[in-house]
């Protein structure tokens, strides 16, 4: 009666139990929990050295679990208790288990081991929630280690950018009064030079989410017509670009030529997994994304966005390497053939969009790099077309205060404001530039840089406008206009240059200064 009442007990027990003997593992006695998890009931005819395959009894990762590990095989030999929790049971129903064991050998009288028994708890959703715990710290991990290089990258490109400034502006001043063609080439050729490496600062700022954003509503359906039609007169004849533009609108607020480079850094990067040629496919559609998918995202919030999906037909990206596509100077080319810049620039351009990208496996072959922005709110006004920038030089009079603790570019733009007819002041810091506006009531406007030591642009400023309320000022960095930038010109600044810019460009700007309206 006991033994019935213990057997009615195990068997309805919420945990599978699988008894058999030591030490080759004949079957004796299983459960329904047994079968339930097992999705079979138990067999007797495998024993020990042959569970893995009949059973499906696999690793996390996916293979076949060794038979010598398995928890029957380690009480055997531990002669203890044994927990594995790593068993994930492939069933014939296609369902997934994962499972964990607890192994407990049983002795006799006179100690012999003669059975194990063990007890099998399903743990699928605790092993769920900790694989979405793993992927979410590889995530903050991942998103830390972006940001760590984005502000390397970023500082060396204000550095560059601030060393690049005083090279343009020189040849600029020295190309003015050079008569001799052959020397003339050669301040062309380093204008040129200045010009390409002005391009990688960019890329580098792009990537760093210190460049250009003006928040105007732009449809990124006008932006992927825009590329699709410029690169399909650019690319090879044998890579067709197709668009599939479902998204109701495809309004998004951002800025239309960073949105461009973004579409055409993912289209040059598709072309590049096809040497071969083939199909890019370029989607949109209009998303809900729930809080518990944007918590997954840096910066991204809940609520309706639109998702961009560029598909390639190419070779596909290896699962090791896919969280560092996006890592600046990153590449699987062979040297020469790029310099790993393009899916960098896009991840910062698209994070300082408040958006999302990543890389995912297409099927059967090829790559899809997926985009999710925040979708465009009523209101919010369309961006307009930027001016062309004029190669016009415009003299100008009267005095302009340079501010810049770089001494480099503070003299070759205070050189080049005397060559356009302006008097100069130089200061090397926010307070000397003080100092200069209270002794000099003669300043007619103010170039100040943003980034400076003790004293940064925005104290300045402030300060500026404290010994003179309507002082005028142009705002200038290496890092081209931003968040901290729009918060200095939101407090009243005229105007911004970013460096390195022109002759051309600086008469403009200071002519507007000295010359309001």
């Given at each position: 009666?006991?033994?019935?009442?213990?057997?009615?007990v195990?068997?309805d027990?919420?945990?599978?139990?699988?008894?058999?003997k030591?030490?080759?593992?004949?079957?004796?006695?299983?459960?329904?929990?047994?079968?339930?998890?097992?999705g079979?009931?138990?067999?007797?005819?495998?024993?020990?050295?042959?569970?893995?395959?009949?059973?499906?009894?696999?690793?996390?990762?996916?293979e076949?679990?060794?038979?010598?590990?398995l928890?029957?095989?380690?009480?055997?030999?531990e002669?203890?208790?044994?927990i594995v929790?790593?068993l994930?049971i492939?069933?014939?129903?296609?369902?997934?288990?994962?499972?964990?064991?607890?192994?407990?050998p049983?002795?006799?009288?006179?100690?012999?081991?003669?059975?194990?028994?063990?007890?099998?708890?399903?743990?699928?959703?605790?092993?769920v929630?900790?694989a979405?715990?793993?992927e979410?710290?590889?995530r903050?991990?991942?998103?830390q280690?972006m940001?760590?290089i984005?502000?390397?990258a970023?500082?060396?490109?204000?550095?560059?950018?601030?060393?690049?400034?005083a090279?343009?502006?020189?040849?600029?001043?020295l190309?003015r009064?050079?008569t001799?063609?052959k020397?003339?080439?050669?301040?062309?050729q380093i204008?040129?030079?200045?010009e390409s490496?002005?391009?990688?600062?960019?890329a580098?700022?792009g990537?760093?989410?210190?460049?250009?954003?003006?928040?105007?509503?732009?449809?990124?359906?006008?932006?992927t017509?825009?590329?699709a039609?410029?690169?399909r007169?650019?690319?090879?004849?044998?890579?067709?670009?197709?668009?599939?533009l479902?998204?109701?609108?495809?309004?998004?607020?951002?800025?239309f030529?960073?949105?461009e480079?973004?579409?055409?850094?993912l289209?040059?990067?598709?072309?590049?997994a096809?040497?071969?040629?083939?199909?890019?496919?370029i989607?949109?559609?209009?998303?809900?994304?729930?809080?518990?998918?944007?918590?997954?995202?840096?910066g991204?919030?809940?609520?309706?966005?639109?998702v961009?999906?560029?598909?390639?037909?190419?070779?596909?990206?290896?699962p090791?390497?896919?969280e560092r596509?996006?890592?600046?100077?990153f590449?699987?080319?062979?040297?020469?053939d790029?310099?790993?810049?393009?899916?960098?620039?896009a991840?910062g351009?698209?994070?300082?969009h408040?958006?999302?990208?990543?890389?995912l496996?297409a099927?059967?072959?090829?790559?899809?790099?997926?985009?999710?922005f925040?979708?465009?709110?009523?209101?919010?006004?369309?961006?307009?077309?930027?001016p062309?920038?004029?190669r016009?030089?415009?003299?100008?009079h009267?005095?302009?205060?340079?501010?810049d603790d770089e001494?480099?570019?503070?003299?070759?733009t205070?050189?080049?404001?005397?060559?356009?007819?302006?008097?100069?002041i130089?200061?090397?810091g926010?307070e000397?530039?003080v100092d200069?506006?209270?002794?000099?009531?003669?300043?007619?406007?103010?170039?100040?840089?943003?980034?400076?030591?003790?004293?940064?642009g925005?104290?300045t400023?402030?300060?500026?406008?404290?010994?003179?309320?309507?002082?005028?000022?142009?705002?200038t960095?290496g890092?081209?206009?931003?968040?901290?930038?729009?918060?200095?010109?939101?407090?009243g600044v005229?105007?911004?240059?970013?460096?390195?810019y022109?002759?051309?460009?600086?008469?403009?700007?200071?002519?507007r200064?000295?010359?309001?309206?």
């Open positions: 009666m006991e033994d019935d009442i213990a057997r009615s195990v068997e027990l919420p945990v599978g139990v699988w008894v058999a030591a030490p080759n593992g004949e079957f004796m006695y299983a459960n329904k929990m047994f079968a339930e998890i097992m079979m009931t138990a067999r007797d005819d495998v024993a020990r050295g042959e569970y893995s395959q009949p059973y499906g009894i696999h690793t996390r990762s996916g076949l679990y060794p038979e010598d590990k928890p029957f095989v380690r009480a055997l030999l002669r203890s208790t044994v929790d790593d994930v492939h069933r014939h129903d296609g369902g997934k288990v994962s499972v964990r064991a607890q192994a407990r049983v002795f006799d009288a006179g100690g012999v081991l003669t059975h194990v028994v063990i007890a099998f708890i399903d743990i699928t959703r605790e092993a929630a900790e979405a715990r793993n979410s710290d590889q903050v991990r991942q998103m280690r940001d760590s984005g502000m390397l970023g500082g060396i490109a204000h550095d560059f950018n601030n060393l690049l400034a090279v343009k502006i020189m040849a600029a001043a190309r009064n050079e001799d063609t020397k003339l080439e050669h301040l062309e204008d040129q030079v200045t490496a002005t391009q990688l600062t960019r580098l700022l990537f760093a989410r210190r460049g250009k954003h003006l928040a105007a509503c732009v449809s990124l359906h006008d932006v017509e825009s590329v039609t410029l690169m007169r650019a690319l090879d004849r044998r890579i067709e670009i197709v668009t599939d479902r998204a109701k609108s495809g309004d998004i607020v951002g800025d030529s960073q949105l480079q973004v579409m055409m850094n289209l040059v990067n598709a072309r590049d096809m040497p071969e040629g083939g199909r890019i496919v989607s949109t559609r209009d998303r809900e994304v729930p809080e518990e998918e944007a918590a997954r995202y840096q991204l919030k809940k609520g309706p966005c639109v961009l999906d560029v598909t390639d037909a190419g070779v596909g990206i290896d090791v390497i896919r596509v996006f890592e600046p100077y590449t699987t080319k062979k040297i020469g790029g310099a790993g810049l393009g899916l960098a620039t991840w351009i698209v994070d300082s408040s958006g999302a990208i990543e890389a496996a099927s059967p072959r090829g790559t899809t790099i997926r985009v999710i925040p979708a465009a709110p009523p209101g919010v006004p369309r961006a307009l077309a930027a062309s920038p004029s016009e030089v415009q003299p100008g009267g005095t302009v205060l340079v501010v001494r480099a570019v503070r003299e070759a205070a050189e080049a404001l005397r060559g356009l007819g302006y008097d100069v130089c200061a090397e926010g000397a530039a200069a506006l209270r002794e000099r009531r003669d300043i007619d406007a103010v170039l100040l840089d943003m980034v400076m030591p003790r004293m940064d925005r104290s400023y402030l300060a500026l406008r404290a010994v003179r309320p309507n002082v005028r000022v142009v705002l960095t890092f081209a206009l931003n968040e901290e930038a729009q918060g200095i010109l939101d407090l005229g105007d911004f240059i970013a460096k390195p022109s002759v051309e460009l600086l008469s403009h700007v200071m002519a200064a000295v010359s309001p309206g």
